[in-house]
């Protein structure tokens, strides 16, 4: 059993990153960057585009783009 209280105080600790924070400029990505690199080159390593990858055009939809850490517009194809 652990209080809710040491399950916050553990999660708060929890880092996706060892990378120290940059202090000239403000980065919302800072603490997943590391990890998004690494991921791209996981991805170059192991993914090798073809004539059948695609873009899924069924994104989810946010309901208020202020809350969406990112938000970004993609043209819909005609």
């Known amino acids: 059993f652990m209080s809710m209280e ?3 105080d553990i999660l708060a600790s929890l880092r996706y ?3 120290e924070e940059p202090s ?4 919302p ?11 791209n ?4 390593d192991k993914f090798l585009p073809s004539w ?3 873009l899924d055009t069924s994104v989810m939809e946010w309901h208020d783009r ?3 850490p990112a938000w ?3 043209g819909q194809k005609e």
């Not at 080159?41 to 170059?44: G, Q, R, V």
């Open 6 to 8: 040491r399950f916050f």
């Open 29 to 39: 990505f800072f603490h997943v960057r590391q990890m998004e690199v690494e991921w």
């Open 72 to 74: 970004m517009v993609f």
């Open 52 to 54: 059948i990858s695609m």
């Open 66 to 68: 202020d809350t969406c």
């Open 17 to 19: 990153t060892d990378a």
């Open 24 to 27: 000239s400029y403000f980065d």
């Open 41 to 44: 080159k996981n991805m170059a």
